[in-house]
Nanobody
Framework: QVQLVESGGGLVQAGGSLRLSCTVS????????MGWFRQAPGDERDFVAA????????HYADSVKGRFTISGDNAKNTVYLQMNSLRPEDTALYSC????????????????WGQGTLVTVSS
C-alpha cells in the first residue's frame, strides 16, 4: 500500500552535486523510517543514509558523512538526498525504502522500495 518513486539521478563530474527525491504515497513519510541505499553493478546493496520520521534524527554511512544530507518535506511528502563532492565510487543505482527490514527489524518492516534512480559520476 506504500508506494515510493525516486528521481533526480543523472551523470555528473567528480566534485559535482545532485539531489535525489523520493516521493511517498499511502502514508506520510513521517510515519516511517526512510532509508537511502545504493547498489553498483556486481556489488551488494549498501546503506547510505536514513531519517527517522517521528524524530527527524539522521544517520549516515561513514563513506558519505560530511558529503551527503538526508532531509524530508512533510508538505510534499518527499524525502531528499543531497549529494555533494561526488566521487566515481558513488556511482550506483540509488533506491529509497520505507521501514526497510535491515533498519527496523522484521516486526516493523514494510520493505517498500522504489524503482531506483541511476547516479553516474565521471572522473
Amino acid at each position: 500500500q506504500v508506494q515510493l518513486v525516486e528521481s533526480g539521478g543523472g551523470l555528473v563530474q567528480a566534485g559535482g552535486s545532485l539531489r535525489l527525491s523520493c516521493t511517498v504515497s499511502g502514508r506520510t513519510f513521517s510515519s516511517y523510517v526512510m532509508g537511502w541505499f545504493r547498489q553498483a553493478p556486481g556489488d551488494e546493496r549498501d546503506f547510505v543514509a536514513a531519517i527517522i520520521g517521528s524524530t527527524g534524527s539522521t544517520h549516515y554511512a561513514d563513506s558519505v558523512k560530511g558529503r551527503f544530507t538526508i532531509s524530508g518535506d512533510n508538505a510534499k511528502n518527499t524525502v531528499y538526498l543531497q549529494m555533494n563532492s561526488l566521487r566515481p565510487e558513488d556511482t550506483a543505482l540509488y533506491s529509497c525504502a520505507a521501514n526497510p527490514r535491515d533498519l527496523v527489524g522484521p516486526e516493523n518492516a514494510l520493505d517498500a522500495w522504489g524503482q531506483g534512480t541511476l547516479v553516474t559520476v565521471s572522473s
